[in-house]
């Protein structure tokens, strides 16, 4: 049976009960996940699955459904166009073609649960290339809802542990920092990571270095006593990337809370523009081979963290401030480098550079083919969204916060990670009002 529709025609084609009957018993039967909006992906088993069929017309989409011929991914948009009177929207030809090896490959992604494996999992299981995607887990990840993207779980603690793997994939700062011990540099695809980029894992150390080499800098203090006579707003964060610990502004540094009072946090001048700019990029001994732009409009927390609502962005200055840094640190690998506006010194200020694989990585992922085909020798071909938004992270930031971003709701595309109930309760709470609660607690007892 097929469904036909003229991509070009304004007329209606009338659909018998029956297609729409056997079109949505498929769609229960084989429904994976939900992305974007409304995205549907299907997806027999790897072990089942043959080689898919490529649909070329550019005047049709003919999709034929039958137990054997859903070996495809199949995007359907909600309605948007006036007067869709049966309400099914327009089918896009979005068919992924994946490059076949002669090799399965098996991967292991460390920190399993973090954005950033998730969104590497996602991609993966849709590709034919790789037989098998588990999690691994190191000591002291954060573990939360078991995903369907990965086939099984291990505990990794040492090198023997990742033997019979052929592509291993760091998940965050942890992760990467592990397997540079373990391994030396990294290589993935195309792209070798230096083991000398974790040094940058000390902002403090990164933004002096930065200062160096002619880049705006906000003034920053890792101790008290250095402050002087600053009366300003400070934002706190941790000194090393990856460490635990709480960011937060406060008004002055009176205003500190004793338990952000010692020698692992660094107190930068605040910026009070809202957005933050980054940079994303692939390099090789200071070029950058591929590279995307997007600003945050909203993260979680709030004081400072992953994205929340981002979109797409170009400026000219950014992009030739980060080239300019890849050059002079002779930076080979992946890393995403963060901006702020600053209105008093009427240009862009570096806050930090992330020498790791970022939790907003969906948004290149889907944005740049060459970014995902320089790195796994895959080939994407999806809808390049110009807005993205992670539901969970949008909720914690509470109902302001999204009635704010009100535009973005009905264009952006959606990024499930739900979270349970006890993270998205603790995470509508503010970083200041957890610390008075904590202090308040504290002297009530």
């Known amino acids: 049976m097929t469904l036909l529709i003229d991509r070009r025609s304004k007329h209606w084609v009338s659909i018998t009960a029956c297609q729409v009957l056997w079109f949505y018993v498929i769609i229960m039967c084989e429904w994976r996940t939900w992305n974007g909006r409304g995205d549907l992906q299907f997806r027999r088993s790897r072990q089942e699955a043959t ?242 732009m997007h600003k945050e409009l909203l993260s979680y927390p709030r004081e400072g963290g992953s994205a929340a609502v981002l979109e797409s962005c170009d400026i000219a200055r950014i992009k030739d401030l980060s080239t300019h840094i890849v050059r002079e640190l002779r930076y080979s690998g992946w890393g995403m480098i963060e901006y702020k506006w600053c209105n008093k010194r009427n240009d862009f200020v570096i806050m930090e550079l992330n020498p790791k694989f970022w939790a907003s990585i969906e948004f290149i992922l889907v944005n740049n083919p060459a970014f995902v085909k320089r790195l796994f020798g895959i080939s994407v071909n999806r809808r390049k969204p110009r807005c993205m938004i992670w539901p969970d992270r949008l909720i914690c930031n509470g109902l302001i916060n999204i009635l704010r971003h009100w535009r973005c709701l009905s264009v952006a595309t959606y990024v499930w990670e739900p979270r349970s109930i006890r993270e998205l309760v603790a995470g509508a709470v503010s970083a200041n009002t957890r610390v008075k609660i904590k202090k308040r607690l504290k002297l009530a007892s």
């Open 51 to 292: 080689q898919p069929r490529v649909l070329n017309s550019k005047s049709y989409i003919a999709m034929g459904f039958g137990p054997r011929e859903l070996d495809w991914s199949v995007r359907v948009l909600y309605p948007y166009s006036t007067g869709d009177k049966l309400g099914l929207g327009k089918i896009c030809d979005c068919i992924t073609r994946t490059e076949q090896s002669g090799k399965n490959m098996k991967v292991l992604i460390l920190s399993p649960f973090l954005s950033q494996s998730l969104s590497f999992a996602r991609l993966l299981a849709r590709s034919k290339k790789f037989e098998r995607i588990d999690g691994g887990c190191l000591p002291g990840d954060i573990r939360s809802r078991k995903s369907k993207y990965y086939d099984s779980y291990l505990s990794v603690s040492g090198g023997d542990d990742l033997l019979g793997y052929e592509l291993v994939i760091p998940g965050g700062a942890n992760a990467t920092e592990f397997l540079v011990r373990v391994k030396g540099d990294i290589s993935i695809g195309q792209v070798r990571y230096d083991s000398r980029n974790i040094n940058y894992y000390n902002k403090l150390e990164f933004l002096d270095l930065m200062g160096s080499i002619g880049v705006e800098i906000p003034r920053t203090w890792n101790n008290l006593e250095s402050i002087g006579g600053y009366r300003g707003k400070l934002f706190v964060k941790p000194e090393i990337e990856g460490a635990k610990g709480c960011r937060m502004m406060v008004s002055s540094p009176s205003d500190l809370p004793l338990e952000l009072k010692g020698g692992r946090y660094i107190y930068q001048e605040y910026i009070g523009t809202k957005c933050t700019y980054a940079y994303c990029f692939l390099a090789k001994d200071g070029i950058v081979l591929d590279s995307g």
